[in-house]
């Protein structure tokens, strides 16, 4: 389930990633009932994982919202990703498992800000797409994909969701 994404999902890539399309759920809600539905999703059972984006919570998402959703987590036995800015960083959060995300040589960087067990010192590197899609020669590719789009024009659906 998707809960308060901040833009529309791409459905051909979650079905690239294997997800079929009639197992997404795409909530597109704001303030208050971003919490609601991701508690009740949470908590029915139906969901291996549930996406929430916490900027379209508000000032709703304080420290007893997040108990609520950490114990929904554990009611319906799912896995909760909750998305907050780098501000939240500080401030406590009763979740396990706290992570930063960096962008880093073409994928991310992970950082634990938080974790049970020993303490991770070190970033760990993950690759967003799969290899054959990696680039040999990143400014060589640049200058031949700036030609072939100065030479013919590019339609406006291609464009449509960049951010």
Partial sequence: ALIGAPYLPQARAWQAAGIPLERLL????VGLDVLWSAEQTLR???CGAVLVWGQAAGRALNHRALQRLQLAASTGNAACFLYRSL???TNPSP????LRLTPHDGGLRVHFVKSRGTAQDKAVGVQTFPSHW???NPQRASVAAIRAIT???VAASC???TP
């Avoid at 795409?26 to 809600?29: E, K, S």
């Avoid at 979740?95 to 706290?98: E, K, V, Y």
């Fill in 44 to 46: 029915s059972g139906e």
């Fill in 159 to 161: 464009l449509q969701n």
């Fill in 134 to 136: 990696q680039v040999a």
């Fill in 26 to 29: 795409v909530v597109d809600t």
């Fill in 151 to 153: 030479r013919r024009p």
């Fill in 95 to 98: 979740a396990p498992l706290r």
């Fill in 87 to 89: 501000d939240a960083e």
